[in-house]
C-alpha cells in the first residue's frame, strides 16, 4: 500500500465548477499536508499547507484534513482554464523527514 | 517568493557520457536541497537528500555512484549523472526548503526540472 493514495484521474469539469480533489494516506505520524500544482513539463508550485486537522483558506483554494480518517482534500471554486494541471498531494511528519507524494491526479477545466 | 532555479532545461546526451544538473535557490539561503526524478504520469521520487558542506543522503535503491550529488554552497547543489543510459531519462527535478523554515522540509520549493534524455 502507498503512503499517500490518489485518483490518477483525468478529471475534466466545465469552467465555474467547484472541484474537489482528494486523497488518503496511511502514515499516522504525517503532521504537515501540502497541495502542490504541476504544470506540464515545469516543476511543482506549492500551493497551500496545513498542519494537523482543519481547513485552510486561500482565494478559490480551500484545503481540508482529516485525520481521524486520514484525509486530504482540496477545493477549487471557480475552476479557472489555467487551473488545468496535476494536483499533487503530499505528507510530512515533521522534522528532518522526507516528504511523501501521491501521484497526482490531472485536471482539466474546460472553457 | 522563494525561487529555485535549474540548469539546464532539458538536455540530450549520448549513452555512457555524464551530464551535470545545477540546482540554485536564487534568493535565499538553503541548507537542504532535495533531488527527485519523475516518469512520466508518475509521482515524485525522492532520490538523495542534499546537505550543504556534508555527503547526500540518498534513498534505497538510488546508486550513489550513478547519481553524485554535490551541495558546495548555500545556495548551489548540483546533480551528476555518470554513465548515463537510456533508462536514466527523466524528468529531473531539485527543491530546497523555504527560507522561514530552517531544517523542515514540509515546505519546499521546487525548481523547474531538467529533461534528459539518453540516446
Known amino acids: 500500500q502507498k503512503e499517500v493514495e490518489q485518483d490518477p484521474g483525468p478529471l475534466s469539469v466545465p469552467e465555474g465548477a467547484i472541484v474537489s480533489l482528494n486523497c488518503t494516506y496511511s502514515?499516522?505520524?504525517?503532521?504537515?499536508f501540502m497541495w502542490y500544482r504541476q504544470y506540464s513539463r515545469k516543476g511543482p508550485e506549492l500551493l497551500m499547507y496545513?498542519?494537523?486537522?482543519g481547513n485552510k483558506e486561500d482565494g478559490r483554494f480551500t484545503a481540508q484534513v482529516d485525520k481521524s480518517s486520514k484525509y486530504i482534500s482540496l477545493f477549487i471554486r471557480d475552476s479557472q482554464p489555467s487551473d488545468s494541471a496535476t494536483y499533487l498531494c503530499?505528507?510530512?511528519?515533521?522534522?528532518?523527514?522526507?516528504?511523501?507524494f501521491g501521484t497526482g491526479t490531472k485536471l482539466q477545466v474546460i472553457p | 517568493g522563494a525561487v529555485v532555479s535549474q540548469h539546464p532545461s532539458r538536455v540530450i546526451c549520448k549513452s555512457g557520457t555524464s551530464v551535470k544538473i545545477e540546482c540554485r535557490s536564487l534568493?535565499?539561503?538553503?541548507?537542504?536541497m532535495f533531488w527527485y526524478r519523475q516518469f512520466p504520469k508518475q509521482s515524485l521520487m525522492l532520490m538523495a537528500t542534499?546537505?550543504?558542506?556534508?555527503?547526500?543522503?540518498?534513498e534505497q535503491g538510488v546508486e550513489k555512484d550513478k547519481f553524485l550529488i554535490n551541495h558546495a554552497s548555500l545556495t548551489l547543489s548540483t546533480l551528476t549523472v555518470t554513465s548515463a543510459h537510456p533508462e536514466d531519462s527523466s524528468f529531473y527535478i531539485c527543491?530546497?526548503?523555504?527560507?522561514?523554515?530552517?531544517?523542515?522540509?514540509?515546505?519546499?520549493?521546487f525548481g523547474p526540472g531538467t529533461r534528459l534524455t539518453v540516446t
Open positions: 527543491s530546497a526548503n523555504g527560507p522561514d523554515i530552517q531544517g523542515a522540509a514540509y515546505e519546499q520549493y
Open positions: 502514515n499516522s505520524a504525517f503532521q504537515y
Open positions: 496545513t498542519y494537523s486537522s
Open positions: 503530499a505528507g510530512h511528519s515533521g522534522g528532518y523527514q522526507k516528504v511523501t
Open positions: 534568493d535565499f539561503q538553503a541548507t537542504t
Open positions: 542534499s546537505n550543504e558542506g556534508s555527503k547526500a543522503t540518498y
